[in-house]
């Protein structure tokens, strides 16, 4: 009896020295966690990881009514009243609802996104400009919009249509709200601010960088504060 209990208790020990022996070579032989030492901001993400996968865009159209934007007014312009971007329409009241609006050079689609009584249907797609430009890159907001044509990730050509133009489920008269911005990232921003830190005239750039077709610059109409009665804008 005390020779089998004997024999137990060895057996019991070796079992066990055995098990922790496999137990620790198993995690020996893990890789060692990965221990983040840096937190990395999206635009240097964007820099180092996407933007070298991009288009050049070294032509830009107009985003409504390409490449001329034929009988299209601004209702809103660039940093009146604190405006961030620009107010674009082609007739008064709604008459512009489901106008189609256009990706102003190759691109691609970084969100598109109903934000619903905010800013509408929303699209930003980031554009890499020639080497030597500045920017080196921009993206642009296309906010009101009625439809949207294009879903995040996707790759766009200069020319194709992204969604129609709307009012942001009523809330205003048929516009498109659209943003130049050289730092990415932003999200879709308030809209109006004292501070422009980021963002660019949408005009004035599309003047600087339509490309050799272009022997003039951009000059849309622009509606006075006394002209602006019944057009759709975001005042």
Known sequence: MASRVLYLLVLGAWIAALWLGLDYAAKEKQPPAAVPTTQVTWGDFFAANILPSLPVADEFDTP???????????????????????????????????????SVADGWVSVAHDYENAFGKVVFICYRLPEGRYPP?????YA??????????????????????????????????????W????GVGPGFDTNREGWLGPSEFLSAHR????????????LDKTQRDGWGNDD
């Open 144 to 181: 009101q919009l009625n439809s949207l044509e294009v879903t995040s990730g996707q790759f766009v050509k200069r020319g194709q249509r992204i969604g129609t133009v709307g009012n942001a489920n009523g809330t205003y008269k048929a516009h498109l709200h659209w943003e130049v911005r």
């Open 211 to 222: 490309g050799d077709r272009f022997k003039s610059p951009l000059l849309p109409k622009v």
């Open 137 to 141: 890159y921009v993206e642009m907001m």
């Open 183 to 186: 730092v990415v990232g932003k």
């Open 64 to 102: 409504l009514r390409p490449p001329d934007g034929d009988g299209v007014v601004i209702s809103l312009p660039f940093l009146e009243d604190e405006h961030l971007g620009e107010d674009w329409t082609t007739a008064k009241g709604d008459a512009a609802l489901g106008e189609p609006v256009y």
